[in-house]
C-alpha cells in the first residue's frame, strides 16, 4: 500500500506546474541541468540555469514556443510514490536537488510522457490548466541564464 502523501511546498500549482515543463524543455534544447535555483510566485517566477553560452533571442523565442507547444497538449499531471530503487530505474531522473533526508519513498511527478521529477510542490491535473507561458525577462552572466516568467490566460 503506498502512502498518502501531502504536497509540503505551498506553490501556485499552475506555475509550478509550468516550471517542470520549462526545465524539461531547457534540457531537451540545450542539454542542460534542470533549474538549480528557482523563484516560483503566482504572478511571477525565475528559474537560473547555467550554460557555457547565452542563448539567442531566436532560440529564447523558440523557448517559448516550445514551452507552450507542449502545455497545450493537455497532458496528465499524476504522481507515484516510489522507492529510491524504482525511482532509478525512471529515465532521465535528477536527484542532484534532493536533499540528503527524503528518504526511501519518493513522490516523483510526471507531466505525461514529457517529464519526470521528484517534487514535493502542488501541481495541476491536466497541462490545460497552466495557461500561456510568457517569458517576461532574460539576462545571461557568467554562465548563469536567469529567466523571469509568467502565466497569461
Given at each position: 500500500?503506498?502512502p498518502?502523501?501531502?504536497?509540503k511546498?505551498?506553490?501556485?500549482?499552475?506555475?509550478?506546474?509550468?516550471?517542470?515543463?520549462?526545465?524539461?524543455?531547457?534540457?531537451r534544447?540545450?542539454g542542460?541541468?534542470?533549474?538549480?535555483?528557482?523563484h516560483?510566485?503566482?504572478?511571477?517566477?525565475k528559474?537560473?540555469?547555467?550554460?557555457?553560452?547565452?542563448?539567442t533571442?531566436?532560440?529564447?523565442?523558440?523557448?517559448?514556443?516550445?514551452?507552450n507547444?507542449?502545455?497545450?497538449?493537455?497532458?496528465?499531471?499524476t504522481?507515484r510514490?516510489?522507492s529510491?530503487?524504482?525511482?532509478?530505474?525512471?529515465?532521465g531522473l535528477?536527484?542532484?536537488?534532493l536533499?540528503a533526508?527524503?528518504?526511501?519513498?519518493?513522490?516523483?511527478v510526471?507531466?505525461?510522457?514529457?517529464?519526470?521529477c521528484?517534487?514535493?510542490?502542488?501541481?495541476?491535473?491536466?497541462t490545460k490548466e497552466?495557461?500561456?507561458?510568457?517569458?517576461?525577462?532574460?539576462?545571461?552572466?557568467?554562465?548563469?541564464?536567469?529567466?523571469?516568467?509568467?502565466?497569461?490566460?
Amino acid at each position: 500500500m503506498q502512502p498518502v502523501f501531502t504536497p509540503k511546498k505551498d506553490y501556485c500549482a499552475p506555475m509550478h506546474t509550468t516550471e517542470h515543463v520549462l526545465n524539461q524543455t531547457m534540457v531537451r534544447m540545450f542539454g542542460c541541468a534542470r533549474s538549480k535555483n528557482a523563484h516560483i510566485e503566482k504572478n511571477k517566477s525565475k528559474c537560473d540555469f547555467f550554460l557555457t553560452k547565452a542563448p539567442t533571442k531566436e532560440q529564447m523565442q523558440e523557448l517559448q514556443e516550445k514551452v507552450n507547444e507542449v502545455l497545450s497538449k493537455h497532458l496528465p499531471v499524476t504522481e507515484r510514490v516510489l522507492s529510491r530503487a524504482e525511482a532509478q530505474q525512471v529515465q532521465g531522473l535528477d536527484f542532484s536537488k534532493l536533499p540528503a533526508e527524503a528518504g526511501d519513498e519518493l513522490r516523483i511527478v510526471f507531466v505525461g510522457d514529457y517529464d519526470a521529477c521528484p517534487c514535493i510542490g502542488a501541481h495541476v491535473e491536466n497541462t490545460k490548466e497552466t495557461g500561456h507561458f510568457v517569458i517576461s525577462s532574460w539576462d545571461y552572466e557568467n554562465g548563469r541564464l536567469r529567466i523571469r516568467f509568467k502565466l497569461e490566460k
